[in-house]
């Protein structure tokens, strides 16, 4: 049973930068991807970064350029690093992680593809 813990949110201003972790434990190697996902009041939850356990990372076009998705070798460590933060990245921002069967079935970038989650983290850019 795989549990996710994620911090390192706060209040940053605008061009500002914040690092993201989320901590994995009870973690099996089927955590096939891992990604960071936002969710601003009145928004729906949409996915920022992915990434594949050989490395592979994907963002969303918004982000692309300003935020870098790592983990540690370990695979039990994922880290957001966030830069020139603007207030459109104001949310709460969630770690997921998700196995192969759900990844093919939906999509890295899609919130379906992961049923593990993390409690969040709040990011507020003003």
């Known amino acids: 049973h795989v549990q996710l813990v994620g911090s390192g949110g706060g209040s940053v201003q605008i061009g500002g930068s914040l690092e993201l972790s989320c901590a994995a434990s009870g973690y099996h190697s089927y955590s096939y991807c891992m990604g960071w996902f936002r969710q601003a009041p009145g928004k729906e939850r949409e996915s920022v970064a992915t990434?594949?356990?050989?490395?592979?990372?994907n963002y969303t076009e918004s982000v692309k350029g300003r935020f870098t998705i790592s983990q540690n070798s370990a695979k039990n460590t994922l880290w957001l690093q966030m830069g020139s933060l603007k207030p459109d990245d104001s949310a709460m921002y969630y770690c997921?992680?998700?196995?192969?069967?759900?990844?093919?079935?939906?999509?890295?970038?899609?919130?379906?593809?992961?049923?593990?989650w993390g409690q969040g983290t709040q990011v507020t850019v003003s």
């Open positions: 990434i594949f356990i050989d490395g592979t990372a």
């Open positions: 997921a992680a998700g196995r192969l069967d759900e990844i093919e079935a939906f999509g890295a970038m899609t919130s379906k593809a992961y049923s593990t």
